[in-house]
């Protein structure tokens, strides 16, 4: 009897584990999942999802609603809307954007409007944000305080130099150990750089490349965010293709039969 009433009680306690294990994981994709749902995000970012796989892309970083995280240029904010409200209560999440200089520029303006965004809906109320300048030192938060840097979609815009300096930054923000996680227009292997620049597409090899210099070791490489139908050679670039459609109706259902880029979705870990 004293046998069966041992076995029993490290049975409850062994399900007791399980159980809390069980919960916090739950709780953890709840987060997640309610924050893809939420009314904050507008039904045409929504429709974006099957291009951008936000949930499988997130789990493939290793992303958890307890960390602290850092998004690279939010832009206008579509990723943000995921990532403010599945950190809310829980983690942190900073922000690395232009700074407003006062000027009449694009990297001010995108600060305001982001500014505007976050302003306007209390799901946004613990986002802080810190000043990137591309192609500079910047603090993108309190150095070895962060456990993920995200960049989606930016590095084409600063070049090889740019994207050096940027995970320089990443690694002083990072914790031994954490995560830099790169989603990024992928430019095909038959294509120079610098005959392509301005495509808005990047080579992958440089990315591993740039990210190795700066103390990172790739991790792991995912197919999430591929688009074989993409062969990066348009009219207008990247933008040829959807969200943009930079030519207008001129064979509009030609670009959007093939969907938005094809990408690269990167993990890297700070050694």
């Known amino acids: 009897m004293t046998i069966i009433k041992s076995l029993t009680t490290a049975s409850l306690l062994t399900f007791g584990i399980l159980a809390s294990s069980y919960t916090t994981a739950h709780v953890n994709t709840?987060?997640?999942?309610?924050a893809l749902a939420g009314e904050h995000r507008s039904d045409k970012n929504k429709a974006r999802d099957i291009y951008r796989h936000p949930e499988k892309t997130l789990a493939f970083f290793?992303?958890?609603?307890e960390m602290t995280v850092v998004e690279i240029a939010p832009g206008g904010g579509w990723y943000t809307e995921i990532l403010a409200p599945a950190l809310k209560g829980s983690g942190k999440l900073y922000g690395a954007h232009y700074p407003d200089t006062g000027e009449d520029n694009y990297?001010?303006?995108?600060?305001?409007?982001?500014e505007k965004?976050?302003?306007?809906?209390?799901v946004f109320s613990e986002v802080e944000l810190t000043n990137f300048v591309p192609r500079k030192a910047s603090v993108l938060a309190p150095a070895g305080s962060a456990d993920l840097v995200l960049t989606f979609r930016n590095l084409h815009n600063w070049g090889h130099d740019g994207v050096e300096q940027l995970f320089k930054d990443a690694a002083?923000?990072?914790?031994?150990?954490?995560?830099?996680g790169v989603v990024e227009h992928r430019m095909p292997t038959?294509?120079?750089w610098e005959k392509n620049k301005r495509s808005?597409?990047?080579?992958?090899?440089d990315v591993v490349k740039l990210a190795k210099a700066a103390g990172f070791k790739l991790a792991a490489s995912s197919e999430i965010n591929a688009n074989p139908k993409d062969t990066a050679n348009h009219p207008k670039g990247?933008?040829?293709?959807?969200?943009?459609?930079?030519?207008?109706?001129?064979?509009?259902?030609?670009?959007?039969?093939?969907?938005?880029?094809?990408?690269m979705t990167l993990k890297f870990v700070k050694k």
């Open 172 to 180: 002083k923000a990072l914790k031994a150990g954490g995560v830099l």
């Open 200 to 205: 808005g597409y990047f080579p992958q090899a």
């Open 117 to 122: 965004k976050l302003a306007g809906n209390p």
């Open 62 to 65: 290793g992303f958890k609603p």
């Open 190 to 192: 038959d294509m120079e």
């Open 30 to 34: 709840d987060k997640l999942t309610q």
């Open 238 to 263: 990247v933008w040829t293709l959807p969200p943009v459609l930079r030519l207008g109706e001129q064979d509009k259902e030609k670009y959007l039969a093939i969907g938005e880029s094809d990408r």
């Open 107 to 114: 990297y001010s303006n995108s600060r305001k409007r982001l």
